[in-house]
């Protein structure tokens, strides 16, 4: 398996398990990974996304993308109180499942001898913001299917 | 510190030998973890005294209360102030304190800079509660 193959099974796993360890009830699938490489293709943000930036060895960016209704009930049982709109404990919330999600994602690389890190997470709130890339990029997007909605992470690794 | 009560069946840590319960402070910037974790250390009988949400406001604490507390945990990534810099100037006050970092990323290098800066352990976020009561246990009873 290449860098790019070890990153996505390695997201695959850590996202799974933060959501059944942090979510109760939590039925999580994978649904049909799409793919692009093109240096002008932005990512779209469908509502609260939490942008993390690979740096080192493996040089990207990740966004952990959820439309605002499903990350009001994912923070509201995280939070184990009722959100209805979007407030800074949500903005929290999101960032730090983004954080857990590729911080165990990113360790198991590490483990394996390869040499990266990641940014702190930026919270990005709106609906069809575009994101460009200033660098060639494959683009992965990953949508997982939650028993409270879509999650979409999305995974742009520098071509070189 | 000696404990005199120590059951891992019902996840209690139990008191001091003055009776009273181990106290502890904990740092983190997001609600949720502070939430979490607050509610396990008072499942293991430990209470928590303080909080804090930035490495700033940690240290400020600390000086009040510095002696009087059993057990610090810490995350690291933070605002202001990274749990690695609130480590370094805990332990330029008391290199004794027992300080437990907490972290989603549990890299072998990140690990090994907290233990070198006074660390007495690291959890690696997602955690399980039962993982979390072993290291405190172990953490109490050793330092």
Same mark, same amino acid.
């Given at each position: 398996?290449?860098?790019?193959?070890?990153?996505?099974?390695?997201? *695959?796993?850590?996202?799974?398990?933060?959501?059944? /360890? *942090?979510?109760?009830?939590?039925?999580?699938?994978?649904?049909?990974?799409?793919?692009?490489?093109?240096?002008?293709?932005?990512?779209?943000?469908?509502?609260?996304?939490?942008?993390?930036?690979?740096?080192?060895?493996?040089?990207?960016?990740?966004?952990?993308?959820?439309?605002?209704?499903?990350?009001?009930? %994912?923070?509201?049982?995280?939070?184990?109180? /009722?959100?209805?709109?979007?407030?800074?404990?949500?903005?929290?919330?999101?960032?730090?499942?983004?954080?857990?999600?590729?911080g165990n994602?990113i360790n198991?690389?590490v483990d394996?001898? %390869?040499n990266v890190d990641i940014?702190?997470?930026?919270?990005?709130?709106?609906?069809?913001?575009?994101? *460009?890339?200033?660098?060639?990029?494959?683009?992965?997007?990953?949508?997982? /299917?939650?028993?409270?909605?879509?999650?979409?992470?999305?995974?742009? %690794?520098?071509?070189? | 510190?000696?404990?005199?009560?120590?059951?891992?069946? @019902?996840?209690?840590? =139990?008191?001091?030998?003055? =009776?009273?319960?181990?106290?502890?402070?904990?740092?983190?910037?997001?609600?949720?973890?502070?939430?979490?974790?607050?509610?396990?250390?008072?499942?293991?009988?430990?209470?928590?005294?303080?909080?804090?949400? @930035?490495?700033?406001?940690?240290?400020?604490?600390?000086?009040?209360?510095?002696?009087?507390?059993?057990?610090?945990?810490?995350d690291i990534t933070?605002?202001?102030?990274d749990g690695l810099?609130?480590l370094?100037?805990?332990?330029?006050?008391?290199?004794?304190?027992?300080?437990?970092m907490i972290s989603a990323l549990g890299s072998k290098e990140k690990v090994k800079t907290a233990m070198q800066l006074?660390a007495?352990y690291f959890i690696v976020k997602?955690?399980?509660?039962?993982?979390?009561?072993?290291?405190?246990?172990?953490?109490?009873?050793?330092?």
């Amino acid at each position: 398996m290449g860098i790019k193959e070890d990153i996505t099974v390695a997201l *695959y796993g850590s996202t799974k398990m933060v959501l059944k /360890e *942090y979510v109760d009830n939590i039925t999580v699938n994978f649904g049909e990974v799409t793919i692009a490489t093109s240096q002008t293709r932005p990512i779209i943000v469908k509502g609260c996304a939490s942008l993390i930036t690979l740096i080192g060895e493996l040089k990207g960016k990740v966004l952990v993308d959820l439309p605002l209704e499903t990350a009001l009930k %994912i923070s509201s049982i995280m939070n184990d109180e /009722e959100l209805t709109e979007f407030n800074d404990t949500v903005s929290m919330t999101i960032n730090e499942l983004a954080n857990m999600i590729v911080g165990n994602a990113i360790n198991k690389l590490v483990d394996a001898g %390869i040499n990266v890190d990641i940014s702190i997470p930026s919270f990005i709130f709106g609906k069809e913001i575009a994101l *460009y890339s200033s660098e060639a990029s494959d683009i992965l997007v990953v949508p997982v /299917e939650t028993s409270y909605g879509n999650i979409f992470i999305t995974i742009s %690794i520098a071509s070189k | 510190m000696e404990l005199i009560k120590h059951d891992p069946e @019902n996840l209690f840590m =139990g008191t001091k030998r003055d =009776g009273k319960k181990l106290t502890c402070m904990v740092v983190d910037d997001v609600p949720f973890m502070v939430k979490t974790l607050s509610k396990l250390l008072e499942k293991f009988g430990i209470e928590v005294v303080q909080t804090a949400a @930035n490495g700033v406001e940690a240290v400020e604490k600390y000086k009040t209360l510095k002696g009087r507390l059993d057990l610090i945990t810490c995350d690291i990534t933070m605002p202001e102030m990274d749990g690695l810099q609130v480590l370094e100037k805990v332990m330029q006050f008391d290199r004794t304190q027992r300080v437990v970092m907490i972290s989603a990323l549990g890299s072998k290098e990140k690990v090994k800079t907290a233990m070198q800066l006074g660390a007495k352990y690291f959890i690696v976020k997602p955690f399980k509660a039962e993982d979390v009561f072993r290291i405190l246990s172990f953490v109490i009873t050793k330092f």
